[in-house]
């Protein structure tokens, strides 16, 4: 299947300041990535959906000026946690869709904010 | 998207094959039922997709009744590697597909030796 790669794989930050992860579709042109939160024992919550070029559309209850996302390319969307608190400890995962049905999932990136 | 409903856990003895229901009494004409698994710590990954035929691929089979509300994803001989969280989902394809894929709770397959 298609390959979503997902930077970085952990990343443990100091409370306040803000982190970067970033979603690469290696082997196709992704032209709408989606960006999931997911707690310990439960399943994915969606955060919000990106078209390449286009301002994401965000989830109810997702702060938008909290988690930015940028889509400028069709191989690289990123999510930047600003301000970054406890509570936004959490595992992180972005899938990518090109002109097929399937979406791909990154490897997800574990955060811990102390 | 129609809502899905699968049994929160099952186990199955290594070896054997594995069926995981799936109810969505829901769906809608143009909509697919697709499978996606979710190993501890790692990203979902897809695993079949279909709309009203049955369909086989080298991971697993999966089985559409005939009035599309329910589905059945077998995994014909289980290994301690298939130890994940299934999750059955429904939503447009195609094209049109590049839609959310919204995610219920799943079902933990427990793979015994």
């Known amino acids: 299947g298609a390959v979503v790669s997902q930077h970085p794989s952990r990343v443990i930050c100091k409370s306040g300041t803000s982190v970067k992860i970033e979603c690469r579709s290696l082997?196709?042109?992704?032209?709408?990535m989606f960006w999931y939160r997911q707690f310990p024992k439960q399943s994915l919550m969606l955060m919000a959906t990106?078209?390449?070029?286009?301002?994401?559309?965000?989830e109810q209850g997702v702060e938008k000026d909290k988690f930015l996302i940028n889509h400028a390319s069709l191989t690289l969307s990123t999510l930047t946690v600003t301000s970054a608190h406890p509570e936004d400890s959490s595992f992180y995962i972005c899938s990518a869709t090109g002109y097929g049905s399937e979406a791909f999932f990154g490897q997800g990136t574990r955060l811990t904010v102390v | 998207d129609a809502k899905t409903t699968q049994p929160p856990s099952m186990d199955c003895a290594e070896g054997r094959a594995a069926n995981l229901p799936c109810n969505h009494s829901?769906?809608?004409?143009?909509?697919?039922v697709y499978w996606y698994r979710q190993i501890h710590s790692q990203g979902p990954q897809y695993i079949i997709h279909?709309?009203?035929n049955n369909e086989t691929n080298e991971m697993a089979s999966l089985i559409i009744t005939e009035d599309r509300k329910s589905s059945t994803l077998i995994l014909p001989h289980a290994t301690l590697r298939d130890t994940a969280v299934y999750y059955c989902?429904?939503?447009?394809?195609?094209?049109?597909?590049?839609?959310?894929?919204?995610f219920g709770q799943g079902t933990r397959l427990t793979i015994n030796p």
């Open positions: 279909g709309l009203k």
């Open positions: 829901t769906i809608s004409g143009n909509e697919y």
């Open positions: 989902i429904v939503r447009v394809g195609g094209i049109q597909g590049a839609q959310k894929l919204v």
């Open positions: 990106s078209n390449e070029g286009s301002k994401a559309t965000y």
């Open positions: 082997d196709f042109q992704a032209t709408t």
